[in-house]
């Protein structure tokens, strides 16, 4: 049976209608859609070097379509189109979901966007009454997703977590809780949405297990709750082990809304994202499309298009070892840099092994607060950490991200900063690590004294 999913819609989203400007379909003379005439499209042709391979990715190829090779892909590029997107890139997105993500029910739909940030305003858009819902999140969270929330005046409850991500028993608790007198959140609307990243979290590199992922979707199942599985990372698999499956797997309602991404698989500028949901939603969102973006980018999709048929199936899937590849040694690089300069005395770091972040975490109980300090447990630790990074970037020129931008609750005690292996090159990491680790060292030493 199909769950009617409606009541989950924001009054914008019930206010959605289908555009009265559809295209036509079939053999039909249409003088009624404004589309431009083709014959006036200066683009004629697009050539592309793309690593090979069949080289290992150390050689290029060429790939080009022209007007006279591939009609209507050129054409469709060129043109206002559903706001599905390119008819040829939908067939890869359909196989793709299928292969590595397949949802547990059937009537799951998906859509192309325009790079995950876009996706989660729309989704946003779709579920969220401002000034009146609340969403969940975990205790550390994308920093992107807390700003987002801003601007919609929603209400935001983090979920504690643990060195192996969100506690599935400490979110049951919470909502098992959640109207009772004196409680945190007493009087406040029981959430609808989960937002998390699963795999690679940023910005703690950590990646759910799969018992986890089980036990949360049956406590969203429980209390009624859809997820927003934001999972950008989910291909920078680092270690040798078989591919942990998308919560889609264990979902059996349509309750998951998942985001996929190009960013960090491929380009970031293409700003190409995949939403797959239950059919209700990704309508709703197709609507939102219509009058917004209209479609993503045709021209990214068509580059898209030309790689991946170019590549095979055996050629994504190659490329996906190169980049994890890559990935791993720029980790170990990082890792065996902390490994050598951070005093480990006064922090410790994890070990990812999907994505491509280093939680660094200082050991508030090495910077114990001077008896004359007023300062609460919660302000000592946020000092600690402004310390730290003031003199990391003002004295030696290394920067982290401060852990505080990444937490919904600023009372958290804790001092944390998220380390990237992802783009500095291997000899500025390791001498990021050492300048950072002289930091520590001196923070601790002045606090100290």
Known sequence: MTRDWTEFLSEEALLRKRSVMAFPKGDVISLAVGLPNPACFPLKGVELDVESPGSQFRKTERIGYTIDTHPDQLVDSCQYMSSRGLAHFDEWVKAYVEKYFLPGYAGWKYLVQSGAT??????????????????????????????????????????????????????DELLCGWSAAGSATEGLKKPKVFYTM????????????????????????????????????????????????????????????????????????LRVSIVTANDLFIDKLSMHNELSIHSASANSQLVLEMIFSKWGDGGFDAWLRHLQSMYRRRRDVMLGAFDRYLPKSLVTYNRPNHGMFIWVNAKLDQFAQPSDSTLKDYEWATHVEDE??????????????KGHWFMQDKHTVCSGFRATYAFASEDEMVKGAELFGKAISDVHSSLSG
């Open 118 to 171: 876009q996706s989660l305003d729309a989704i946003f858009r779709m579920l969220l009454n401002p000034n009146e819902d609340t969403v969940l999140c975990e205790k550390l969270t994308y920093s992107c997703f807390l700003e987002t929330c801003i601007p919609f005046r929603v209400k935001l409850f983090s979920v504690e977590m643990d060195d192996f991500g969100v506690v599935p028993e400490k979110m």
């Open 198 to 269: 699963p795999t690679g979290h940023n910005p703690t590199g950590i990646t759910l297990s799969t018992e986890r992922r089980r036990a949360l979707m049956e406590v969203c199942n429980k209390h009624n709750i859809l997820v927003i599985e934001d999972d950008p990372y989910y291909h920078l698999q680092l270690d040798d082990a078989a591919n942990i499956p998308s919560l889609l797997k264990f979902d059996v309602e349509g309750r998951v809304i998942r985001i996929d991404s190009f960013s960090k698989m491929l380009m970031p500028g």
């Open 388 to 401: 730290i990074f003031r003199v990391a970037s003002e004295k030696y020129k290394v920067i982290l991200t």
